[in-house]
């Protein structure tokens, strides 16, 4: 007698469940890589972002008072009635948004002692939209079925032609779909600088909010906040080298870090020489769960400014924060950038662009340099030099730095940056700020060098620690070492008037050894 075949139950979904994640994983840096092998344009315009970022990392030109009010649209894609996500759920991760992007995540108590003083505010709302392209009333949420079981990081979801939403104006509105996800990919976004039509954040619906069909351990909204991060130009905090320690997330005040961390980790993951206190693995753009990641540093805040500064200069609105920052933000937040550098794109930028600045110039200072080490310094050690020096030992020195000599942006930018096919400057795809007239030193005091009248090479982009010469000994290395040390307690608002003073009279007594222009 032939064996009947069991009845499939009438409740059971078609389609068998995709397993859910259980390490972190994100494409953007795949999307990025992709983008700068085959969308013209766009290796030019991110290299126009990092310039601004870079110089915006080192002078206070760049920030806004207040903060900016940023309108969503989340596209539902759907195949099955799970995926058909709730608003609750969607509210629940605007949300998450709004404390991540205040720092008022009530989780950020667990930041262990010695990062408390680097957490940053990023001064950032989000809410739904309530006006679509058109200008009609909306939810900010639309839901398209699709027949694709998942999608990938091919930005398939991003148009209805292939099965997915079209997106809304990506300079008006921050684009979030959230879909079935192949492959145990929790999300991806795109950087600034790309195309519109692809602009925005995918997510995985079980990763997204707090509520519904979130599931541990992504169920605290955090996929979103981490892609938000790259959105706003924010790095993977390990510097994607592989594993390494020679890649950098280009923030000063995030430590060399050897390589991505997951689930939750204990206090202190030392890699890369930098204990005692070693990774900064809470941070959001590390791989971590959810609930063990729960802070941005001043120096990522800054970068973000940075991008809406440029950019992402067209979405959103200022709009007043509103009761008291965190204890352990900073305190002086950056002033509003000059109007004027936002007119002008930047029209020549550096051919010879050096490859990743030493994470020793930008990371921790050393902990032996004291907060007044100024003190320490003999009042006339600028007058004399060493006895010991040969009294020619200027000649060797060259008597200008080369012109073109910039500080290093990101090594990327740096590789075959002029064979990729030139973009139509009618068409920009976001205008830059109009380069500095000329710009200050990345270690040089405000004001100049004490008086002499800007920085050692006028009319060029030089970082002057950076181009300390080698031909006469330690000298100069050590004041260059000074100098960075210098920049580094300015940067972290630790040096007083007595400090500036010194580290100006030390700017001019550097600026006379490297120009050779007399005794120092």
Request: glycine share 10%; proline share 12%; net charge neutral.
């Amino acid at each position: 007698m032939p064996k009947r075949r069991p009845k499939a139950s009438p409740n059971k979904e078609s389609t068998p469940k995709a397993p859910l994640p259980t390490r972190r994983s994100c494409a953007t840096m795949e999307v990025h890589e992709r983008l700068l092998r085959t969308q013209p344009g766009y290796r030019e315009a991110r290299d126009a972002i990092e310039t601004y970022a870079w110089r915006a990392m080192w002078s206070p030109m760049v920030g806004r008072t207040g903060c900016t009010k940023i309108p969503i649209v989340v596209h539902v894609v759907y195949k099955t009635a799970a995926q058909n996500i709730s608003d609750a759920q969607i509210k629940s991760q605007i949300d998450v948004l709004n404390a991540d992007y205040r720092a008022k995540n009530t989780d950020i108590s667990t930041v262990p002692a010695p990062f408390q003083p680097l957490i940053g505010d990023p001064r950032l709302q989000f809410e739904l939209a309530t006006t679509d392209p058109a200008g009609n009333p909306t939810s900010g949420i639309t839901r398209t079925a699709t027949a694709a079981a998942s999608f990938s990081q091919d930005n398939a979801v991003k148009a209805a032609a292939t099965g997915g939403a079209d997106p809304w104006p990506a300079d008006r509105y921050l684009n979030i779909w959230v879909c079935q996800l192949g492959g145990g990919l929790l999300g991806y976004a795109q950087f600034p600088g790309g195309p519109a039509a692809t602009d925005g954040l995918v997510i995985l619906h079980t990763a997204f909010g707090t509520t519904g069909t979130a599931a541990a351990p992504f169920n605290l909204g955090r996929t979103a906040t981490h892609e938000l991060g790259h959105w706003l130009n924010l790095r993977h905090i390990w510097g994607d080298d592989g594993g390494g320690c020679s890649g950098d997330d280009f923030v000063p005040d995030t430590p060399n870090q050897g390589g991505e961390h997951y689930g939750a980790p204990a206090f202190p993951q030392v890699s890369c020489g930098n204990g005692p206190n070693g990774d900064m693995f809470m941070n959001y753009m590390d791989y971590v769960d959810d609930a063990a990641m729960v802070m941005f540093t001043a120096g990522q805040v800054t970068r973000m400014q940075a991008a809406l500064d440029t950019a992402r200069s067209t979405i959103g609105t200022s709009v007043s924060c509103g009761g008291k920052l965190p204890k352990e933000a900073p305190k002086d937040l950056p002033k509003d950038p000059p109007k004027e550098l936002h007119k002008e794109p930047i029209k020549d930028l550096p051919k010879d662009l050096p490859k990743d600045p030493p994470k020793e110039l930008h990371k921790d200072p050393p902990k032996e340099i004291p907060k007044e080490s100024h003190k320490d310094l003999p009042k006339d050690f600028h007058k004399d030099p060493p006895k010991d020096l040969p009294k020619d030992f200027h000649k060797d020195l060259p008597k200008e730095l080369p012109k073109d000599f910039a500080k290093d942006p990101p090594k990327e930018f740096a590789k075959e940056l002029h064979k990729d096919p030139a973009f139509d400057p009618q068409k920009p795809i976001f205008e830059p700020p109009k380069p500095f007239d000329p710009p200050k030193g990345a270690f040089e005091p405000p004001g100049g060098l004490g008086g002499l009248g800007g920085p050692i090479n006028p009319g060029g982009a030089v970082p002057f620690v950076l181009a300390t010469p080698t031909g006469h000994g330690s000298l100069a290395s050590a004041y260059a070492q000074l100098l960075a040390q210098y920049a580094q307690l300015n940067a972290a608002g630790q040096l007083d008037e007595a400090g500036m003073a010194a580290w100006q009279q030390l700017s001019q007594a550097y600026h006379r050894l490297v120009s050779g222009g007399g005794s120092i």
